[in-house]
């Protein structure tokens, strides 16, 4: 059994800063891509950011240049750095995950419960 968990969200003020984090556990031999999506109320789940093991990312058109992704492969961990905030950042955001529990095995994808942003004055 895998776990994801995020943690980091919040309330800020638009122009700042806020860092999410999310760990995996469980078992787990290797993690492919994790990545970050968000869902506003009303609307669908989309993606923020994704990394692969090699350290590929790609990003959301309404995020580039202000939000940035990085994992720890040793730690099953991965990061959102979010700058630059505003009203429309408002979301859940949820971690996810590529997971191959053994060798050789099927990857299973995981999802954690989700973090509160939220960008107000």
């Known amino acids: 059994q895998v776990q994801v968990v995020e943690s980091g969200g919040g309330l800020v003020r638009p122009g700042g800063a806020l860092r999410l984090s999310c760990a995996a556990s469980?078992?787990?031999?290797?993690?492919?891509?994790m990545g970050w999506y968000r869902q506003a109320p009303g609307k669908q789940r989309e993606l923020v950011a994704r990394?692969?093991?090699?350290?590929?990312?790609n990003y959301a058109d309404s995020v580039k240049d202000r939000f940035a992704i990085s994992r720890d492969n040793a730690k099953n961990t991965a990061s959102l750095q979010m700058n630059s905030l505003k009203p429309e950042d408002t979301a859940v955001y949820y971690c996810?995950?590529?997971?191959?529990?053994?060798?050789?095995?099927?990857?299973?994808?995981?999802w954690g419960q989700g973090t509160q942003v939220t960008v107000s004055s």
């Open positions: 469980g078992r787990i031999f290797g993690i492919n891509t």
């Open positions: 990394i692969t093991s090699t350290g590929s990312t």
């Open positions: 996810n995950a590529d997971v191959q529990a053994w060798p050789g095995g099927v990857f299973g994808n995981y």
